[in-house]
Nanobody, 114 residues
Framework: VQLQASGGGLVQAGGSLRLSCAAS????????MGWYRQGSGKQRELVAT???????NYAGSVKGRFTISRYNAKNTVYLQMNSLKPEDTDVYYC?????????WGQGTLVTVSS
């Protein structure tokens, strides 16, 4: 399984970005998907996850501002990020979890200027 994340960039505080993660292979439709982020010198932390049944879970710091969604026909998961804050600046990673295995994509950098 390969995961290709995109959509990061530089945005002003209060702005929005949408991250995308396209998955290759055939397991996407039965994988739980997630977004994580990691800053320099910090541990990777959960941002949002989405089960195959459509149940979403969010970190408290992003709840109400970020929305995770998936489009199975395109093997893609999205993270809509609104009302961005400088503290949201991080490298964002998408992840798939299926059959007891976790897969990671490469990161995409999100920078929020104040």
């Amino acid at each position: 399984v390969q995961l290709q994340a995109s959509g990061g960039g530089l945005v002003q505080a209060g702005g929005s970005l949408r991250l995308s993660c396209a998955a290759s292979g055939t397991i996407f439709s039965y994988s739980a998907m997630g977004w994580y982020r990691q800053g320099s010198g910090k541990q990777r932390e959960l941002v949002a996850t989405l089960t195959t049944e459509g149940t979403a879970n969010y970190a408290g710091s992003v709840k109400g501002r970020f929305t995770i969604s998936r489009y199975n026909a395109k093997n893609t998961v999205y993270l809509q990020m609104n009302s961005l804050k400088p503290e949201d600046t991080d490298v964002y990673y998408c992840s798939a979890f299926a059959a007891g295995l976790r897969y990671w994509g490469q990161g995409t950098l999100v920078t929020v200027s104040s």
